[in-house]
């Protein structure tokens, strides 16, 4: 069998990258997908992917900092395939004007705040009820091994994902009663389109991409992680913060 199999996964930033590669393994391994993205043109052609190898999918265009659009998206995949089990965040990410707490653009910090830890919020906001109401399931958000280490001069970023960790660890101490699982991926420099280009500008960005003991990770490294924790495989993991480093964060 399967290791989603009946599952409901709902996963936002699924375009892309590691949201892409997600969505595509969780069809796979037999779950519904929900993919909820920004740019509806990504979302569509992830959706076509997993159509194309038989899985169940509906793409829906969501923009994860607007609270009608997180709560509309959850709903209608609520309604189209039926109980939540799994709220994947993943939507995320930096970008080159991140700097130090001195020299970083307070708009970037926003920015950051916004997307990747309100995003968040907002997902485990209206995600968790619907959770609730299926008796149980697994909430996956994306922090960073940044969040768990110092790395200077991504503060902006760093300051987002630290806040995901600290939340994650709430919410798995608030939800458990409920039977809802709450858990956190902690990738670090990840191969996805974004990433390269980030990379390709930023010598801080390039200069830890060399310290990957076990060579530089891609998006699927990352959604094997984020299937452990969909998956009843996990069913007594809760408040765990994953890496998925390559060793980074030790070395």
């Excluded at 039977?179 to 956190?184: E, F, G």
Aim: with cysteine; proline share 3%.
């Amino acid at each position: 069998m399967a290791r989603l199999d009946g599952k409901v996964a709902f996963i936002t930033g699924a375009g892309t990258g590691i949201g892409r590669a997600a969505a595509l393994l969780f069809a796979r391994e037999g779950a519904k997908v929900c993919v909820a993205e920004i740019n509806a043109a990504a979302g569509e052609e992830t959706a076509h992917a997993i159509e194309a190898a038989g899985g169940r999918v509906i793409a829906i265009r969501t923009d994860v900092t607007e609270p009608d659009s997180l709560q509309g998206a959850i709903r209608q995949c609520v309604d189209q395939f039926g109980p939540l089990s799994v709220l994947y965040n993943n939507a995320g990410g930096s970008t080159a004007q991140d700097a130090s707490v001195v020299d970083a653009p307070l708009e970037e910090f926003w920015r950051a705040i916004k997307l990747d830890l309100f995003g968040t919020f907002l997902g485990c906001r209206f995600g968790i009820p619907e959770l609730i109401k299926a008796g149980g399931g697994s909430v996956v958000n994306m922090a960073s091994n940044v969040a768990l280490m110092g790395f200077p001069g991504r503060d902006c970023y760093t300051a987002a994902k630290g806040g995901i960790a600290a939340i994650t660890r709430s919410l798995a101490v608030a939800y458990a009663p409920q039977k809802v699982r709450v858990n956190a991926i902690a990738p670090s420099v990840t191969r996805t389109d974004r990433v390269v280009k980030l990379m390709a500008g930023n010598e801080a960005v390039a200069k830890i991409a060399d310290a990957h003991l076990l060579g530089l990770g891609e998006p699927e490294d990352v959604a094997y992680a984020a299937l452990y924790l969909a998956s009843d495989e996990s069913k007594r993991t809760t408040g765990s913060i994953l890496l998925v480093d390559s060793g980074v964060t030790i070395a």
